[in-house]
C-alpha cells in the first residue's frame, strides 16, 4: 500500500540492504554478492534457510532403490490451509513434465502448458528466495530433486488469456496473482486492494447477504482478502467497507467476477505481471529487476519506484537484444549501441534470461517479426509454449507507483498518520470513522467527495481542528512537488476529487473554539454551497466572522440551527441575503426577535434576493413578526417553505396563518407545530386556517403537530340534541375529492385527536387521490374499546395513494391490531407504516408459555402484502407468538426491506424459532429486535445473535 501514516510489515533484508549498501563501492564476486544474515519469503516474512537445492544436478550414480517412487510435497500458491500442500509420488526417473500433468490431474485440472514446477532455492538474496523452474523435459533425478525440496506447483508467466478453456485453471491463476496482492508480491494503493478483494468475495461467495457478510473472517484473517499495511481500524470498519464493496459487484458470476480481477489488476497495478530477481548496478548498489510480458523494468530496492523501463514495443527505451554472462545480463536498448550490465546471481540470470526469452516468443507474431531480435533455440523455446495468439497482446501503457492518485487519497492517508502519531496530550477522539466512510465511499465508487458530512460524529473541537487544517492541506498538496528518482507524468492519473460543496457538521460536540477552523475551511472550499452548522454556539459574537468567507462562495443553503444567535447575529448573517443564489437560510432554535424580521423581509422585497426556504421555528419572534412576514410574502410571494412552529403567539395569533394562506402567496410548505408549547393553536384556530386551505392550490405540506386541535374540535348540537355542525368533518373538508387544495404531506401528531376525528378524517380520505404521507400518532383514534372504526378498514383497502402511515400510539389493543392487520393485507399502496405503541396482546395474556394463541392474520398480513418496504411495530408488547407468525409470513415476503420491533417481550426463546422463518426470506435487510429480555443474559444474548447471523440472510441485526 502507498497510504502513508499505516502501518507497514518490515522487510528486514531490504533493510539491511538500503543500510549495508548505501555507499558500497567495493567489487563483490558473484558467487559471495547475494549473502546475508536472514532470508523472506515473497510475503517479506523471515523464512528458515532449507537444504539449498542445487542449480545443477549432482554427480550420483543411481542404485538399485532410485526408482521407487518417493512421496514429494508440492506447494499450491494462493491456497490456505491444508489445501496448500499437495502430495504426489513419483520416481526420479519420471519426467518433469508428467509430474505436472499428474498434479493437474489430482487437482482437477485438465494437463496445461501454463503451469510450471519450481524449486525454491534460498541464495540469501534481497528477495529471499529465488524459483529455479525446472525443465519440463528433464527427469527429477536430472534436475537434482529430493523430498527435501520445497516445490511449487505454479504459473510462471503472467498473460491474459484469450479464452479459459478451464474454470478450474482460471481459478488456480486468480488465486496466484491474489496471492502476490495480499503478500505485498505486487504493492497496490488502499484503494485499488480494496476494489480487487470486492471481486474476490463475488468468486468465492457469491452476491452478497447478510449471512455471507458475517462469515468474511469466520476461518481466516483479514491479510486474506488485503494487504497486511491497510488501514488498522479492525474487523468491524473492514467487514462493513469489504461488504460495500462486495454489494456492488452483484449479479457477476464466479467466472466473470475472476475476470474482472485480473483486468482491474492488469489494468491498475504498477507491477502488474512482473517477476522479480535481485539485481546490482556497477557500484554494487541493490535494485530489483521485474520481467513482464512487455518487457524489462529495473526499480528501487523497495519496489516503490520504477527507475527505468526496457519495453518490447513503445517506450522511451526499447529492448533489442539481451544476452546472460557469468556475472549478470547484458541489456542493449533500441537508442544504444551499448550493453548495459546488471549483475546478478547465476540461477537468477538464466532465470531472467528465460523468462525475457519466453515473453518475446509469445509476443504477436507480427511484432516479432517488425523486432527481429535473435532468440537461441528460437524453435525449442516455443515448442514448450502456447502460440502467441493464445493470449491478449501487452497493456500498452503500465500505471506508475505513485503514492497518491487523488487528494481523497492524500487527505485520508495524512488524517490516519496524524491520528495514529498523536500523542497523549492529544485531546483528539482517535479516528471520527464517518468522516473515514466519506473518503472511502469516493475511494470505493471512483467518485469525488462532494458530500461532507460529519454530523453527529461526536468530534470535539480538536477533531474538527485536525479535519479543517488536513483538508486545507489537502486542497493546497500538489503532487508535482514530491520528491521522485525518475521523472515521469505524476499528473497524467491524478484526480483532483475533493470537491466539497456541502458540508454539515451539525450536532457534535463543538464550542466556541471551532469558529476558527471552521472559518479557515470556508475560505479555502470555494465550490461550497451547501453549509449546516447547527449546534456551534456563536454566542451573538461570532457570526460575523464565518460571514465573511461565506460572501466569497455560491453559497445555495445555510443552517445554523441551535447556534444561540441573538438579533446582533442575525443582523450580521443579513448580508448574505445579497447573493443571488441564497435560497434556504434555517435558524431555528435560536433567539432572534421581531427587531430582525422587519430587516430580514426588507431583503425579501428586493429583487435579487432568492429566499425560498425560511426556518424561523423556536425563537422570540411574536405576532408582529409574524404579520410583517405575512405582508411581505403578499408583495414578494416568497418564501414557499416557512416554517414558524414553537413561537410565542397570542391566543389566537394562529389565525394570521389562515391569512397567510387566503393570500396564496406561493407557500407550499408551512410548519406551524407546537414542540414547546409557545404556539398553542387550538382547534376554533385550526378550523379556520384549514378553510383556507380548502380553496388553496399551492399549499403541499402542514404540519399542526403537538398543537391541542381536539380540546374544542367537536360536534355543536341543538337542545334536542341535534347534530348542528360537525365541526371535525369541516376541519378535513380540504381533504375531500372536490376541494382544490392539492395537499400530499399531512401531520396530526399528538393533536388530541378522538375516534370522531378519526371518523371524520377517513371519511374525507376515502376519496381522495393526493395525500401521500400521514403522521397521526400520540392521538386516541381507537374506539373505547381499543378497536378500530370500519371506515380505517375502509381507507387501508381502497387508497391508491397513501404510501406512508404513521399510526403509532393510538390505544389501538389486541382486537383492534388485528383488523388493522388484516385490512394492511388486502391494501395496495403503503410502503412503510409505523405502529408503535399500540398492543399486539392483551394484558391479561399470558405472554410467552401460555395456551397457543392464532395469530393468522399477521401471517397473512405480511405473506400477501407486495408494497410495504418498511415496519416498525415496537413497543407493542409483541410476544414469541406474535414474532412467530409475523416471521412466517416474512418467510414467503420478497419485498419487506426492514423491521423494527424493538421494546417488545420477544425472548431468546422466540429469535431462535424465528431463524426457521427468517432463513426462507432472502431480501430482508435491516431487521431491529432490541429488547431487554434478549439481553438480560450476556451468554444468551451472544448464542442468539450469533445463531440469528449463522441461520438468515439478513445485512443488519440489532437484539
Known sequence: SFDRGVRRPQHAPAAQARAGYAGARLRVPPAQQFRGTAATTARGHPT??????????????????????????????????????????????????????????????????????????NEHSLLGMTERFL???????????????????KFKHYKKLVNWLDTNIQDRYFQQLHHNVVSEYYLNPEKLAVGLAGYELQAVFGDATGRKRYGYFDEVGLDAYLPTSVTPLGYEYWQERL???????????????????????????????????????????????GVAEDGLHILTADKRVIIQSLKFVGGHHQLAGWEKSATGIFVKKRDSKLMTLYASSKLQTEEMYNLLNEYYLMLPRDVQEGLDIDISDRDKIAARLLPPETFHPPAVERTAPVEFESRAEYLKALYLEHVFSADDNDESQGPIIKFLNQLDECLDTDTAVEVMDISGAGMNDSDWALIADLIIRSLEYDPATEPAITPYDRMRNWKDNLLITKLDIADNNLTPASVAPTRDLLSHCVNLADINLSGIPLDN?????????????????????????????????????????????????????????????????????????????????????????????????????????????????????????????????????????????????????????????????????????????????????????????????????????????????????????????????LDNFKLRKLEVSGNRLSLSDGGVSQGWIDLLETTSTLEHLDISRNGYLKQGVTVLMSAIARNRSLTSIIMDGNRATDLQERPNGGPTVSYGEYVYAFSTNRHLRDVRMADMGITDEVWDSICEGLAENRFMRKFSAPDNLITTRGVLDSTKHLSLNTTLEDLELTCKSVQENEDEYMRAYKFFIDNTNIETILL
Open 541 to 765: 459574537r461570532h457570526e460575523s466572522e464565518l460571514v465573511e468567507p461565506m460572501l466569497k462562495l455560491n453559497l445555495q443553503s445555510l443552517a445554523m440551527n441551535r447556534c444561540s444567535i441573538g438579533d446582533n447575529g442575525a443582523r450580521a448573517l443579513l448580508e448574505l441575503l445579497g447573493n443571488g443564489n441564497l435560497h434556504t437560510v434555517h435558524l431555528n432554535y435560536n433567539r432572534i426577535t421581531a427587531n430582525v424580521v422587519a430587516e430580514l423581509v426588507e431583503c425579501l422585497d428586493r429583487p435579487y434576493c432568492a429566499l425560498n426556504n425560511l426556518g424561523l421555528a423556536s425563537n422570540r419572534i411574536q405576532l408582529r413578526g409574524l404579520e410583517i412576514i405575512i405582508k411581505v410574502m403578499d408583495r414578494a410571494r416568497r418564501p414557499e417553505t416557512l416554517n414558524f412552529a414553537d413561537n410565542p403567539l397570542q391566543v389566537r395569533g394562529g389565525q394570521r396563518f389562515g391569512q397567510l394562506l387566503e393570500q396564496q402567496c406561493g407557500l407550499t410548505d408551512l410548519d406551524i407545530s407546537n414542540t414547546t408549547g409557545a404556539m398553542n393553536i387550538t382547534g376554533d384556530v385550526a378550523l379556520y386556517i384549514t378553510r383556507q386551505m380548502l380553496n388553496n392550490p399551492e399549499i403541499d405540506r402542514v404540519n399542526f403537530s403537538d398543537n391541542p386541535i381536539g380540546q374544542n374540535l367537536h360536534q355543536l348540537t341543538d337542545p334536542e340534541g341535534q347534530v348542528t355542525r360537525d365541526l371535525p368533518l369541516e376541519f378535513f373538508t380540504f381533504l375531500e375529492r372536490e376541494a382544490i387544495c392539492n395537499i400530499t404531506v399531512l401531520e396530526l401528531n399528538r393533536c388530541q385527536l378522538t375516534a370522531d376525528h378519526g371518523a371524520a378524517l377517513v371519511t374525507a380520505l
Open 243 to 289: 461488504f460495500k464493496t462486495h454489494k456492488k459487484r452483484k449479479n457477476l458470476p464466479p467466472m466473470k467476477a475472476r475476470e474482472k480481477y485480473i483486468d482491474l489488476l492488469r489494468e491498475r497495478c504498477p507491477h502488474w505481471g512482473m517477476t522479480f530477481f535481485d539485481i546490482r548496478d556497477k557500484e554494487n548498489r541493490p535494485f530489483i529487476a
Open 48 to 121: 528458515p534457510c532449507p537444504t539449498p537445492c542445487m542449480t545443477s544436478p549432482p554427480a550420483a550414480a543411481p542404485d538399485r532403490f532410485s526408482d521407487r517412487p518417493q512421496l514429494f510435497t508440492i506447494r499450491l500458491t494462493g491456497v490456505l490451509g491444508e489445501a496448500s500442500r499437495l502430495r504426489v509420488e513419483a520416481a526420479l526417473s519420471e519426467t518433469v513434465q508428467g509430474v505436472c500433468e499428474r498434479i493437474c490431474l489430482q487437482m482437477g485440472m485438465r494437463p496445461t502448458r501454463l503451469l510450471y514446477l519450481a524449486v525454491l532455492v
Open 135 to 153: 525443465d519440463k523435459s528433464k527427469t527429477l533425478r536430472e534436475e537434482g530433486l529430493n523430498t527435501k525440496c520445497i516445490l511449487i506447483f
